[in-house]
């Protein structure tokens, strides 16, 4: 089945911990993203990628940080720099895009992530 | 900067009556997403509209964008319990550079 998984579903981090999320899609996407969404808040921005070896930082970039290596991953790491990561984090795909245009994003499950 | 709004953000409705979440912006676009979430889960893709006075259905919901208003309206239709969900607006602008802007998001809930 094509899709979009995330894990672990649950993560527990201790402060001061550097923690990575995974994303992986089998979608063929040229396109993914990170967000953030903290309770009864809309989504929020971290990264995205268009293209292997390539990403921009969204509204909301510091304290975290991403890799694209591979078409089908986009691992999320949540660095001891961000003071408040307390979320739950989901991750998106998109089709290749015309120049500065975007299709229909898939989500993730997403991964919710708690600091101790 | 864009700037998308919804309302309301928190809706309370009797399964049978009918209601309409607005999504406003501020800049130009031609292309909005509706989605919805589940509390706790992620977010489905509920309809994409690309042009102005683009309409679409899908059962009790029915979306429409107005690029001249700069609105898009999801309208629910008898609505039953199933509907309750938490529904978002995203809107993409072509200086966006690939990506989205999304609304606060529309707390639905349907009671008996």
């Known amino acids: 089945d094509g899709g979009i998984t995330q894990s672990p579903k649950y993560l527990f981090r201790k402060e001061g911990q550097n923690v990575t999320l995974s994303c992986e899609q089998n979608l063929n996407h040229d396109a993914m993203y990170w967000y953030r969404q903290d309770p009864g808040q809309g989504l929020r921005l971290i990264y995205y990628s268009q293209i292997v070896n390539d990403f921009q930082k969204g509204d909301i970039a510091e304290g975290y940080s991403v890799s694209r290596e591979k078409k089908e991953s986009f691992p999320l790491t949540v660095t001891s720099a961000q003071k408040n990561p307390t979320a739950f984090y989901l991750c998106?795909?998109?089709?290749?895009?015309?120049?500065?245009?975007?299709?229909?994003?898939?989500f993730g499950p997403g991964t919710r992530l708690t600091v101790l | 900067e864009l700037k998308v709004e919804q309302n309301p953000l928190f809706l309370s409705m009797q399964e049978g009556k009918n209601y309409t979440i607005y999504c406003n912006y501020s800049t130009t676009s031609d292309r909005l997403y509706w989605y919805r979430q589940d509390p706790g889960k992620s977010l489905e893709s509920l309809f994409v509209?690309?042009?102005?006075?683009a309409v679409k259905q899908e059962g009790r919901l029915m979306a429409s964008l107005d690029t001249k208003a700069r609105l898009s309206t999801l309208h629910i239709t008898a609505a039953v319990h199933d509907l309750s969900a938490t529904y978002f607006c995203a809107v993409d602008i072509k200086t966006s550079g690939s990506r989205l802007t999304f609304g606060e998001g529309t707390q639905l809930t349907v009671n008996p």
């Open positions: 509209l690309l042009s102005n006075g």
């Open positions: 998106a795909s998109s089709r290749h895009t015309l120049a500065g245009r975007t299709d229909t994003q898939y």
